[in-house]
């Protein structure tokens, strides 16, 4: 079992940014791929931002050089920085880690943090 915890969620004005960070516990040996995903009421989750144990990334078609996401391996950790924020960015972001070692799917991410809520105001 992998237990996720994120923190760094808030409220934001346009343009400003935030810091996400995603702690892992329990079956670690065991984590492949993590990424954020983010969910707005109503509507599907969707993929923000994934990388691998070896640091290669994937974005979300929206990210357009925004967000960055970093990985330290050593502590477990997986960080998502966003800049250049907008209102439709508002949503609550979930961490997540898979077995694999290149995922960039939901269902391919097996367990999903509590989530954070991210308000960026207009």
């Known amino acids: 079992q992998v237990q996720l915890v994120e923190s760094g969620g808030g409220l934001v004005q346009e343009g400003g940014s935030l810091r996400l960070s995603c702690a892992a516990s329990?079956?670690?040996?065991?984590?492949?791929?993590m990424g954020w995903y983010r969910q707005e009421p109503g509507k599907q989750r969707e993929l923000v931002a994934t990388v691998t144990r070896g640091g290669t990334t994937n974005y979300g078609d929206f990210v357009k050089g925004r967000f960055t996401i970093s990985r330290d391996n050593a502590k477990n950790t997986v960080d998502l920085q966003m800049n250049s924020l907008k209102p439709e960015d508002t949503a609550v972001y979930y961490c997540a880690a898979s077995r694999l070692p290149l995922a960039t799917m939901s269902n391919q991410f097996g367990s999903w943090g509590q989530g954070t809520q991210v308000t960026v105001s207009s």
């Open positions: 329990g079956s670690i040996f065991s984590i492949g791929a």
